[in-house]
């Protein structure tokens, strides 16, 4: 058990539909990164924050997209009229700045569009 | 051009073998540089932490060549246990982590 939790751990929705992860980083842990995985490739970088502030979202994602961090610790990912190619698994890992750079992944939403 | 490439593989190799995955980088103000491993269906794990001057974990061996923008895992007398797929990941300088998409290795009895 890494300690990052995320939430839902499936999540099957049809075209069209928005959808919501969310994930609590270990405590203490100010860096938190979005990760999407498709089989047979490695995390594609999405977003990632420092405490509440977002630093940088890869431009490659659509503004369908959105990720929030409100008050520094938990983090939720939305997608909105969600696509068949947004399929994959979604990732969150979180890191303590400053102490090391070993990310602690969560376990990761299983994103299913039909 | 990918931020960072790997060689997806997959090698197969017996047990007691050595393999070596090569990795490159594009962004040279890189400032930090990883290897993970991946067990299928499983969440990235650090593996170890790659230094200018090249370190060795047990069997594992990382080597990091700045000038040519390439880092590189040594595996030495291969496990059964070593089966997995191994991500190079690198810290960009806008401490990004960008990963690769990974080198599956397979070690066979």
């Known amino acids: 058990d890494t300690g990052v939790s995320q939430d839902p751990r499936h999540k099957i929705t049809k075209r069209g539909q928005n959808v919501t992860f969310r994930c609590d980083p270990i405590s203490e842990h100010n860096r938190l990164y979005w990760y999407r995985q498709t089989l047979g490739q490695g995390p594609e970088f999405l977003t990632y924050?420092?405490?509440?502030?977002?630093?940088?979202k890869s431009r490659l994602l659509s503004d369908r997209f959105s990720a929030e961090r409100p008050k520094g610790s938990f983090s939720t990912l939305e997608i909105q009229r969600t696509e068949q190619g947004d399929s994959a698994m979604y990732l969150c890992?979180?890191?303590?700045?400053?102490?090391?750079?070993?990310?602690?992944f969560g376990s990761g939403t299983q994103l299913s569009v039909l | 051009r990918k931020e960072v490439e790997q060689d997806p593989g997959p090698f197969n190799v017996p047990e007691g073998a050595t393999v070596a995955f090569n990795c490159t980088y594009s962004n040279s103000a890189s400032q930090s540089f990883f290897w993970y491993r991946q067990d299928c269906r499983k969440e990235p794990k650090l593996l170890m932490s790659v230094y200018s001057s090249g370190n060795e974990d047990g069997r594992f061996t990382a080597q990091l060549n700045r000038a040519s923008q390439y880092i590189s895992l040594l595996i030495r007398d291969s496990k059964l246990s070593d089966s997995a797929t191994y991500l190079c990941?690198?810290?960009?300088?806008?401490?990004?982590?960008?990963f690769g998409t990974g080198t599956r290795l397979q070690v066979f009895p």
């Open positions: 990941v690198v810290r960009t300088n806008t401490d990004k982590l960008i």
């Open positions: 924050f420092q405490n509440e502030a977002q630093l940088e």
């Open positions: 890992a979180t890191q303590r700045q400053g102490a090391g750079e070993k990310l602690f």
